[in-house]
């Protein structure tokens, strides 16, 4: 009872903040003491400018001027010069999760150190002799473990200080002179050295993928702002765009209004001259018809005779002749021509809606992606792919909605335009290809060329010039009967595999990787290209100089 009653006086005369004896004892207002520098440290540090108590929460207004409470340390002073200390605080007491002193009689401590010599645990006060004795100063000390009996031979209930590297375990000595005689063992310390520079080379491997990652990381939180950036930046340059021609359209519309109200004015002004001419003209012919009935009515005839040299001659209207009953259209061709420029609008826009979502979708981070194995896999970015009637040679036909192409003995009657082919028999898409894309062709009869080009690449010439490979905007698998052979830049390359009509393409633009494979059953790769492509391409083919060969662009499946 007694040593519980000097435990109460040491919890009485702690400091609440540090836990510990009172060092320079304050009281405040409220009645509570701490240490000086424990009160002003809490006081300068707290988040609330009014200062308050740390127990009892009372605040004082203005900030209490502290003096050191000179009872207080002359009995703290007291007790130290006992040999008394104040008792520990709960924080140092081992709870479940802790290691606990194996020494300590009670309500024990926390461990500070496990001596791997002794299999025991001890707080500071009972681990003060590994310090102070020489013969102890020798022992294994590592950080508190519950485990030591792990260390252990359960068969010789010796310590484990061998490794045996057959097994891969850890044994004793009377181990390695029995059960794992003629083994390979080594003292334990040996082979945590070497798995120790094993751990440490993959440390340093996994330390650099961190260092990597987080380089990623960088990027990839650089690629998101410059996202964000760039969709910012565009949602108000197309606003602004889309703004202007509005506002083009709407003048357009105004000027349109305008040249059609002043025709109007000026039509039906001369309609309404010649209409007044022709109303003066009904009058005096109705006052002349009158004058020639009065005389009619004359029933003397000499008295007629005298009258009649008195008529006016009658004069022939200059307008009735050319007034002729016709169809009433006079500005239905301005509709006309209107609802023909809004249809090229709707084009237009169509054309651009699908770009736009095709380059959208198509929106590459810095993540990239392996090149697909099966052809399901290929298919996930596959494209239907439709041929510009403005880019076909005259010599080849278009049908099937524009995705195929055959060789005719006999030009096609195409409009003239600066995009077309003119002296190869080629076309190109209408789709222009950013991202990740695939299409396949099927090729009927005669040799084709498969291919990608810029759209600058020259429309006219000889081959090298504006031929599908033949230059350096261009790339293109031709198909033989026998073979298959790919030209680029004007150079050629042969390739061998298997003769299939249809022939899979697989773009990645960003990656600048184009592939060609071989379709059936299975994918066969023909060729691949590793480049850098500099604009936007589009799907291509040529039809060699047999007439009725075809190709076509397949719907995806």
Known sequence: MAQKGVQLDQETFSCSICLDLLKDPVAIPCGHSYCMNCITNFWDEGEKKIPSCPQCRQTFTPRPVLGKNTMLAALVEQMK??????????????????????????????????????????CDKHLQRHYDVSALKKHKLVDPSKNLQDNICPRHDEVMKMFCRTDQKCICYLCSV??????????????????????????????????????????????????????????????????????????????????????QETEVSRVRELEEKLQQEITDLTRRDAEMKQLTDIEDHNQFLHNYPSLSPLSESTHSSSISSRPLRYFEDVTAFVSEVRGQLQDILRDMGTNV????????????????????????????????????????????ENRKVTLMNQHQSYSGHPDRFTDIHQVLSRESLTGRHYWEVERKAGAVGVAVAYKNI????????????????????????????FWSNNIKTSISGRQTSRIGVYLDHSAGVLSFYSVSKTMTLLHRVQTTFTQPLYAGVVVGETFGASVEFCRPK
Do not use: M
Request: hydrophobic share 30%.
């Open 81 to 122: 010069k006992t040999g008394l200390q104040a008792a520990p605080a709960d924080h140092c007491y081992a709870g479940p999760d802790n290691v606990a002193c194996d020494v300590c009689s009670g309500r024990k401590l926390k461990a500070v150190k496990s001596c791997l010599v002794c299999l025991a645990s001890y």
């Open 357 to 400: 979502s095709l380059t959208i979708t198509d929106v590459d981070v810095l993540l990239s992606e392996p090149e697909p194995k099966s052809r399901a896999g290929f298919l996930k970015y596959s494209c239907e792919i439709t041929l510009h009637q403005n880019t076909v040679n005259t010599q080849l036909l278009l049908s099937e």
């Open 178 to 263: 029995d059960e794992h005689k003629g083994h390979d063992t080594v003292s334990a310390a040996a082979e945590r050295t070497e798995r120790q520079r094993e751990v440490e080379v993959s440390r340093q491997q996994i330390q650099q993928e961190i260092q990597d990652r987080e380089k990623n990381v960088k990027l990839l939180q650089q690629e998101v702002e410059a996202i964000n950036h760039s969709a910012d930046k565009t949602v108000e340059d197309s606003e602004e765009i889309f703004t202007e021609l509005i506002s083009l359209l709407q003048k357009r519309s105004a000027d349109v209004k305008q040249q059609i109200r002043s025709q």
């Open 458 to 485: 020259i429309r006219s010439g000889e081959w090298k010039e504006s031929g599908f490979g033949g230059n350096d905007k261009s790339w293109s698998l031709y198909c033989f009967s026998d073979r298959y052979v």
